[in-house]
């Protein structure tokens, strides 16, 4: 296993505001990811297979451009974003780098300690503490110029990252999901305090810098809108009538029986 290194790295965003810098960061791999754009995504522990599908096709394709992934290699939310940006993510730990948590990643935690980065403000031999994962999450969202909460419910560490990033001025984005599921981040839409991602493809493009396209999110198609939140086919051709089918033709939707979702 890679050499526990101290790293002298500085974090804007939360000097900027008045919150607590780390007096010292821990890391392991490789430093030069921190010179890269940088999106956090973080999560529920228990995902659905839907958010699973949505996080590694968003973390391959923000990858895929240039764009770090950063997120705390928990189970759920987290490591799949990790997998998904393989190598090109960073892991920021609640606990030293020299102990592997949680153990059911530990195949890829190790994989991120030899060709990822690993970063802890806790020396080897600091365990795991509750309110450790509270302050970890200020350093995974005030890395990156935007927060992505991919399922949450309500009152959870996910959401915590969320006010931080509001009062760090950092966007919030969430995934779409149906009105009974992720009522977390459902409320974040309620409440304006997030915006949703309607087409991946287009919020890489806004930051990667390889396109500026207007109305990228939600309220840029209200089809799509409509879909992300609703799965009976029979609701959306009462709607939309004819152009349900025109959106599947289009790649933009898929019909299975009596069931609608976004491609």
Not at 129 to 147: D, H, K, T, Y
Request: proline residues 3%; glycine residues 6%.
């Amino acid at each position: 296993m890679n050499t526990t290194n101290k790293l002298n790295f500085k974090i804007p965003a939360l000097s900027r505001l008045g919150k607590t810098e780390p007096k010292t960061l821990y890391y392991k791999g490789n430093l030069e990811l921190l010179d890269m754009p940088k999106i956090a995504i973080v999560g529920s522990r228990k995902m659905s297979i839907y958010t699973k599908n949505l996080i590694t096709k968003l973390a391959q394709k923000l990858s895929n451009a240039g764009i770090c992934v950063v997120s705390g290699a928990a189970i759920g939310c987290d490591i799949t974003a990790h997998e998904g940006a393989f190598s090109r993510t960073i892991a920021v730990f609640a606990n030293g780098l020299d102990e592997i948590y949680p153990k059911q990643n530990e195949d890829m935690i190790r994989k991120i300690y030899a060709n990822a980065l690993a970063l802890s403000e806790y020396e080897d031999g600091t365990p795991a503490r509750n309110f450790q994962f509270l302050e970890r999450n200020r350093i995974v969202v005030a890395l990156c110029q935007a927060l992505i909460v991919a399922q949450a419910e309500p009152k959870s560490g996910s959401l915590q990252s969320a006010r931080i990033a509001r009062e760090l001025g950092i966007p919030v984005f969430v995934l779409p999901h149906r009105i009974d599921e992720s009522i977390g981040t459902n409320e974040l839409l309620a409440k304006k305090d997030a915006t949703l991602i309607s087409d991946l493809d287009k919020f890489v493009a806004k930051f990667s810098g390889k396109e500026k396209p207007k109305n990228l999110f939600s309220h840029s198609d209200e089809i799509l809108d409509f879909v992300a939140l609703n799965s009976s086919l029979d609701e959306a051709l009462l709607k939309f009538g004819e152009r349900i089918y025109e959106y599947e033709l289009e790649g933009k939707i898929i019909i299975e029986a009596t069931k609608i979702s976004l491609a």
